[in-house]
């Protein structure tokens, strides 16, 4: 019988079936930031084992409320920042070189193919988009991440998503993962892998598959995952080139970790992407998704771009090119949150940050902030989002707040509106 | 075996979020009691006041897909931190239902059938719920009204349970 991508890679890593479909894996990376880390420092301190498995193998970063901005937040980062430097973390990121985990870790180099990654953070399973296994974990799977190099699972069922066709214009990889979530539902994937396959996903950029798998979790997926290519060679050829002697011999060496064609899935859905509007969320759950024409009109407050889902260069680049020329409207607070420092910097070297801060954004640093409520454009009571962000829970973004989730176009041309409205009436279009 | 249960609180809703069970405007918190009094702040369920609604409770019903969303730890300490150790849910995510675990305590799936058939019974009625760890079964009380109900844990859940958590467990084996 074949195995999965995600079988193959879990079971190079089983050390243990303590019971039934449990396993214990050996990881090859443990991911920390400030909000979720804190927490098992201090218990690891409190028990006396104030150690980790290995420091090159954690990485670390302070980036859902930097810079701080009260006693407390500086404390959480305090705490991360000592323990790194105490336990000799070489991969950790404070301000100036920190951005958002799930953009800034992979930019590094830090997620291989094949590889096994948990970090107290749910949208951990951006990282699959590398045909690596990566789940989001509490703090005591993450303690015990840390201190020993091992996690509990259960062995990976898969859910293979097929994405056929070609990308209309408008359409985004946001849009598609909108799709799946909605028809997949909240709870359609729960302890379930998403191992997204078809042309749609090998025409996309490393960039757009991390977007497909970031919101693999919304469907309560424990890892979204996309088999190895040439796409994914190149991305990472500066980090792997002295272990290979050609692009080619990495990529004949990593396609054994495609799934086999005899592999078993716990079902096998298609969707031909060429028929996909534009989507946006509505309510409060991500599987609530209309058509971006069905809400067209509604009034807003905010427009927020950035976000471990859409805050890359490709995201902020299809934003402006909306925004190229024009100014949003007067009744919109426009937020762009380039997601890492790379990021940020190119996007100013071409000319995006230009294009944001004359249409009359704001540009904030690399930061999670606002997505989840925490900094940088919280909203108030009653107000209206429409952000490139992930979830739309009732208060996410701020108690009373409603955000609508939908891709950097749709949010570029909602901001010019100023109410929900679909790019394509801004296609073509010049000042 | 520690205790489990007490006063029962119904949350009769499906999709309950570990944004509503704590809002992330308390993660910045470092100690797990100064998470109790925000437990469930947000929660959007007609009727429900979490101000008068949680104390004195020590465990909770509810529907499918309990704690999906966010992984933060928070929301099952939140829980701990006013004494709720035991939830009994349609189904939970994957994430906070192993983070229950690991912090020793208890989350129980039932069929949705014997939840809705619980919930409808015992809404509007003061119910303790209790374990009785011998026969394996949920004993719900209310005055001189009795349930019992059967349920099971995996090998692993009940290790887990048995050590006080996954650090415990790991510790001695890894």
């Not at chain 1, 539902?185 to 191992?195: D, H, L, M, Y």
């Not at chain 1, 949010?411 to 409205?421: D, N, P, V, Y």
């Not at chain 1, 801004?426 to 000042?431: F, P, R, S, V």
């Given at each position: 019988?074949?195995?999965?991508?995600?079988?193959?890679?879990?079971?190079?890593?089983?050390?243990?079936?303590?019971?039934?479909?449990?396993?214990?894996?050996?990881?090859?990376?443990?991911?920390?930031?400030?909000?979720?880390?804190?927490?098992?420092?201090?218990?690891?301190?409190?028990?006396?084992?104030?150690?980790?498995?290995?420091?090159?193998?954690?990485?670390?970063?302070?980036?859902?409320?930097?810079?701080?901005?009260?006693?407390?937040?500086?404390?959480?980062?305090?705490?991360?920042?000592?323990?790194?430097?105490?336990?000799?973390?070489?991969?950790?990121?404070?301000?100036?070189?920190?951005?958002?985990?799930?953009?800034?870790?992979?930019?590094?180099?830090?997620?291989?193919?094949?590889?096994?990654?948990?970090?107290?953070?749910?949208?951990?399973?951006?990282?699959?988009?590398?045909?690596?296994?990566?789940?989001?974990?509490?703090?005591?799977?993450?303690?015990?991440?840390?201190?020993?190099?091992?996690?509990?699972?259960?062995?990976?069922?898969?859910?293979?998503y097929h994405l056929t066709g070609k990308l209309p214009r408008g359409v985004y990889a946001k849009d598609v993962i909108l799709a799946v979530v909605a028809d997949l539902?909240?709870?359609?994937?729960?302890?379930?892998?998403?191992?997204f396959t078809g042309a749609a996903v090998?025409d996309m950029?490393?960039?757009e598959?991390?977007?497909l798998?970031?919101?693999?979790?919304?469907?309560?997926?424990?890892?979204?995952?996309?088999?190895?290519?040439?796409?994914?060679?190149?991305?990472?050829?500066?980090?792997?080139?002295?272990?290979?002697?050609?692009?080619?011999?990495?990529?004949?060496?990593?396609?054994?970790?495609?799934?086999?064609?005899?592999?078993?899935?716990?079902?096998?859905l298609e969707m031909d992407v060429s028929d996909l509007a534009p989507l946006i969320?509505?309510?409060?759950?991500?599987?609530?998704v209309v058509p971006v024409s069905h809400?067209?009109?509604?009034?807003?407050?905010?427009?927020?771009?950035?976000?471990?889902?859409?805050?890359?260069?490709?995201?902020?680049?299809?934003?402006?090119?909306?925004?190229?020329?024009?100014?949003?409207?007067?009744?919109?607070?426009?937020?762009?949150?380039?997601?890492?420092?790379?990021?940020?910097?190119?996007?100013?070297?071409?000319?995006?940050?230009?294009?944001?801060?004359?249409?009359?954004?704001?540009?904030?640093?690399?930061?999670?902030?606002?997505?989840?409520?925490?900094?940088?454009?919280?909203?108030?009571?009653?107000?209206?989002?429409?952000?490139?962000?992930?979830?739309?829970?009732?208060?996410?973004?701020?108690?009373?707040?409603?955000?609508?989730?939908?891709s950097?176009a749709t949010?570029?041309?909602?901001?010019?509106?100023?109410?929900?409205?679909d790019s394509d009436?801004?296609?073509?279009?010049?000042? | 075996?520690?205790?489990?249960?007490?006063?029962?609180?119904?949350?009769?809703?499906?999709?309950?979020?570990?944004?509503?069970?704590?809002?992330?405007?308390?993660?910045?918190?470092?100690?797990?009691?100064?998470?109790?009094?925000?437990?469930?702040?947000?929660?959007?369920?007609?009727?429900?006041?979490?101000?008068?609604?949680?104390?004195?409770?020590?465990?909770?019903?509810?529907?499918?897909?309990?704690?999906?969303?966010?992984?933060?730890?928070?929301?099952?300490?939140?829980?701990?931190?006013?004494?709720?150790?035991?939830?009994?849910?349609?189904?939970?995510?994957?994430?906070?239902?192993?983070?229950?675990?690991?912090?020793?305590?208890?989350?129980?799936?039932?069929?949705?059938?014997?939840?809705?058939?619980?919930?409808?019974?015992?809404?509007?009625?003061?119910?303790?719920?209790?374990?009785?760890?011998?026969?394996?079964?949920?004993?719900?009380?209310?005055?001189?009204?009795?349930?019992?109900?059967?349920?099971?844990?995996?090998?692993?859940?009940?290790?887990?349970?048995?050590?006080?958590?996954?650090?415990?467990?790991?510790?001695?084996?890894?």
């Open positions: 019988m074949g195995k999965t991508i995600a079988e193959k890679i879990f079971d190079a890593h089983v050390v243990d079936n303590p019971a039934g479909d449990v396993h214990v894996i050996r990881l090859d990376k443990v991911f920390c930031h400030e909000i979720t880390t804190p927490m098992a420092i201090r218990d690891l301190v409190d028990r006396g084992k104030d150690r980790v498995f290995d420091p090159g193998k954690i990485k670390a970063v302070i980036d859902h409320v930097s810079p701080a901005k009260d006693s407390q937040t500086a404390e959480q980062g305090k705490i991360l920042r000592d323990w790194a430097r105490r336990n000799q973390i070489s991969g950790f990121f404070d301000i100036g070189r920190n951005g958002v985990c799930h953009a800034l870790f992979p930019e590094q180099g830090f997620v291989r193919l094949g590889d096994t990654i948990i970090m107290g953070d749910s949208h951990t399973c951006t990282h699959g988009a590398f045909g690596a296994f990566a789940a989001g974990v509490g703090t005591t799977d993450l303690e015990v991440g840390i201190l020993k190099g091992v996690c509990a699972l259960s062995y990976p069922a898969t859910i293979r539902g909240v709870n359609g994937a729960t302890n379930r892998v998403i191992e090998e950029s490393m960039a598959r991390m977007t798998c970031n919101m693999a979790v919304e469907a309560g997926g424990t890892c979204g995952i996309c088999y190895p290519d040439a796409t994914t060679v190149d991305f990472l050829w500066e980090f792997i080139h002295p272990d290979f002697s050609s692009r080619e011999a990495a990529l004949e060496y990593f396609s054994r970790l495609v799934s086999d064609s005899d592999a078993v899935y716990d079902k096998t969320t509505y309510d409060y759950k991500p599987d609530c809400l067209a009109g509604r009034p807003i407050d905010q427009v927020y771009i950035g976000s471990c889902t859409n805050g890359r260069l490709a995201d902020l680049r299809e934003a402006a090119r909306v925004l190229e020329g024009k100014t949003i409207s007067d009744s919109v607070r426009g937020i762009v949150s380039p997601a890492t420092p790379a990021v940020y910097r190119e996007a100013l070297a071409e000319g995006v940050i230009g294009i944001f801060m004359d249409a009359g954004f704001c540009v904030t640093n690399p930061t999670c902030g606002a997505c989840l409520g925490m900094s940088n454009g919280v909203l108030a009571e009653g107000e209206v989002c429409v952000s490139t962000t992930n979830r739309n829970f009732n208060g996410r973004m701020g108690k009373g707040g409603m955000v609508h989730l939908a950097p949010a570029a041309a909602s901001a010019l509106a100023g109410c929900i409205e009436l801004y296609e073509g279009q010049t000042a | 075996m520690k205790t489990f249960g007490g006063r029962l609180l119904v949350l009769d809703r499906d999709d309950i979020n570990t944004d509503e069970i704590i809002p992330a405007r308390y993660l910045t918190e470092i100690s797990k009691q100064a998470l109790a009094p925000h437990l469930l702040e947000d929660l959007g369920l007609e009727g429900f006041h979490p101000a008068t609604d949680i104390a004195g409770k020590g465990a909770v019903i509810t529907g499918a897909n309990f704690g999906c969303g966010s992984s933060r730890e928070h929301a099952a300490w939140a829980l701990e931190a006013n004494q709720i150790n035991l939830v009994v849910a349609k189904s939970f995510s994957r994430i906070f239902r192993q983070n229950m675990f690991n912090c020793g305590m208890l989350a129980v799936q039932l069929s949705a059938e014997t939840i809705d058939s619980l919930m409808e019974r015992f809404a509007k009625k003061d119910v303790r719920l209790d374990v009785d760890w011998e026969r394996l079964q949920l004993v719900f009380r209310a005055g001189e009204e009795t349930e019992e109900i059967d349920f099971s844990l995996s090998e692993f859940d009940r290790a887990l349970i048995k050590a006080g958590g996954w650090v415990e467990y790991a510790d001695v084996r890894y």
